[in-house]
């Protein structure tokens, strides 16, 4: 090898999704497909869930949901949040996108789009429950309710559910969340929406907190074998890392060796001198991190054309890389630059 490579174990991935479902069941399972699916791609993560059985996907933007649709073919459902523009609104109902909507200007613009297209559209309205980046606030929950149900009685939209996303600060407000979240749920069944799915958790709260599965939960990193950091170890929890990076050994001399891959393929500099690889060779320091190069400690016998794991579950994984310099093993996952190539198994 004389490039850095992303191998992403689809066979993997498979039993990290068996785990999740069994761990969540009876709640469903929609899995998150948001910054091409955690770096790991986003078609080929798609394709694999599909014939798992997902019935149900999140991208954040429409962009984002096009593709997945295109991937998971017409019967799955595809829910995208980000809101946007009349434009994007009307690609998202051509493809028959769900929609999160957490604003009552965006819920005119949807029903909007809707009725120029002839069309229904399936919302998923969002409460803010304290984390205040977007949701209707409890004070304005009951107006716009009442707006989606006369834009619902219009034929206009369908409010198949409602939502909202919790902050894991702390157990104490996350439960102060879902008792806001109930309180929306229930003004919005008495004001008489027939609805399929009540979704709460991600990750962390669909795994430690079982009331707040509901009937569906979002879960990104589990499923990636991503652990929370600070959070339980991969194998507590049951799931296994599915990408490894891996970069060849390029340069060996008496105190260091070079391995073939820097900054530009998305590694954090501030890595250096934090991180510790944890490979077959032993535990290699990252001592600096060059554009296209990393210097790390010598180990007896390295030789050039070796390959050094970067992350995997086999090493550290990239929630013990991010540890080391204060943030989350996605950022290490999505950072993974386009030039690295992924190469997929149990395709
Ligand atoms: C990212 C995200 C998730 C998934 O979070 P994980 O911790 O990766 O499971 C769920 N819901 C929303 C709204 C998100 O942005």
Wanted: charged share 25%.
């Amino acid at each position: 090898m004389n490039e850095p490579e992303l191998r992403i174990d689809l066979d993997d991935f498979a039993a990290n999704l068996t785990v999740v479902r069994a761990h969540v069941a009876p709640a469903q399972l929609m899995l998150i497909v948001k910054d091409d699916a955690y770096g790991h791609g986003l078609e080929q993560i798609i394709r694999r869930a599909v014939v798992e059985g997902i019935g149900w996907f999140g991208a954040f933007d429409v962009r984002e949901s096009l593709r997945a649709r295109r991937a998971a073919g017409p019967r799955a459902r595809v829910f995208s949040w980000l809101t946007v523009g009349r434009d994007q609104i009307a690609d998202a109902l051509s493809s028959d996108i769900d929609l999160g909507v957490g604003d009552a200007e965006f819920l005119d613009d949807v029903a909007a789009v809707a009725g120029a297209s002839e069309e229904t559209a399936r919302v998923h309205l969002k409460i803010d429950t304290g984390l205040h980046r977007n949701g209707i606030r409890p004070e304005d929950w009951p107006m716009v309710v009442d707006r989606a149900r006369a834009f619902e009685r219009a034929g206009r939209i369908r409010v198949v559910g409602v939502w909202s996303h919790l902050a894991e600060a702390s157990d104490q407000e996350d439960d102060a969340a879902r008792g806001i979240f109930d309180e929306a749920v229930r003004a919005a069944e008495d004001a008489g929406f027939a609805l399929e799915v009540r979704h709460l958790a991600a990750s962390a709260a669909s795994f430690a907190r079982p009331q707040f599965r509901y009937d569906l939960v979002r879960v990104g990193a589990f499923c990636y074998g991503v652990r929370s950091a600070g959070g339980p170890a991969e194998a507590d929890l049951g799931v296994r890392p599915v990408a490894t990076l891996l970069a060849p050994v390029t340069h060996v001399a008496d105190h260091a060796v070079s391995i073939g891959v820097g900054a530009l393929h998305g590694l954090p500099s501030s890595l250096a001198r934090h991180a510790v690889l944890a490979p077959a060779q032993g535990r290699i320091a990252v001592e600096d991190i060059g554009p296209f190069h990393t210097t790390v400690s010598p180990w007896p016998h390295a030789a050039v054309g070796e390959d050094v794991t970067v992350f995997g579950p086999d090493a550290a994984s990239a929630t013990d890389l991010a540890e080391t310099i204060g943030t989350v093993g996605e950022e290490i996952l999505v950072r993974v630059s386009p030039l690295v190539p992924r190469v997929y198994r149990g395709e």
